[in-house]
């Protein structure tokens, strides 16, 4: 099996040779065997380039990183099993912030600055949203009714992933909010 890959100077991705696991992103429809180079489709600003095993990989001017080929070992990196083929680079969601990707195998590598979740329990939720999302990550506002008195309407009550965790660009992280009681104030 021989693949190779070419990257313009502006970003755009070249590819030709076998083309077994659909590893070059020519689409569904693609030969096997790629006798000339082909532009793919829809990829531009690609900054580095990874490939083998049946699989590539390639990372965006913009952190993000995509792949495409040979899928049956979790090659979105999402946890849902999949079989076949990747046939068109499609972007890695669950990072971003990327800065190099690497490719081993069947194994996918992405190097992204990561960040010590900070502690922001008893925060009011609008400087608790602010901070986290200053650090790059995503954040999910969920609600939970205050006691009788209201005291702590407005502040986190807590906070998923716990203080003190290493955490990647872009993950998910879920802050409980107290909101005003059903009944109301006293």
Same mark, same amino acid.
């Given at each position: 099996m021989v693949r190779f890959k070419m990257v313009d100077p502006d970003g755009s991705l070249w590819a030709w040779g076998d083309n077994q696991y659909g590893e070059h992103g020519l689409g569904a429809g693609a030969p096997s065997a790629v006798r000339t180079p082909q532009k793919v489709p829809g990829l531009a600003g690609v900054t580095q380039l990874a490939a083998g095993g049946g699989t590539s990989m390639a990372l965006r001017?913009?952190?993000?990183?995509? =792949?495409?080929?040979?899928? @049956?070992?979790?090659?979105?990196?999402?946890?849902?099993?999949?079989?076949? $083929?990747?046939?068109?680079? &499609?972007?890695? &969601? +669950?990072? @971003?912030?990327?800065?190099?990707?690497?490719? @081993?195998? @069947?194994?996918?590598?992405?190097?992204?600055?990561?960040? +010590?979740?900070? $502690? =922001?329990?008893?925060?009011?939720?609008?400087s608790a949203l602010a901070e986290l999302h200053a650090l790059g990550l995503s954040v999910q506002e969920l609600f939970v009714p205050d006691n009788q008195f209201c005291d702590n309407v407005g502040y986190v009550e807590s906070q998923n992933p716990p203080p003190g965790t290493v955490v990647g660009p872009g993950t998910h992280v879920t802050i409980r909010v107290y909101v005003r009681a059903l009944g109301g104030c006293f």
């Open positions: 001017s913009d952190g993000t990183p995509l =792949v495409w080929g040979l899928e @049956s070992t979790g090659l979105r990196g999402d946890g849902i099993p999949r079989t076949g $083929n990747l046939p068109v680079p &499609t972007p890695v &969601t +669950t990072v @971003s912030g990327v800065t190099r990707v690497a490719l @081993s195998g @069947s194994t996918a590598l992405a190097l992204a600055h990561a960040v +010590t979740m900070p $502690n =922001v329990v008893g925060e009011l939720g609008v």
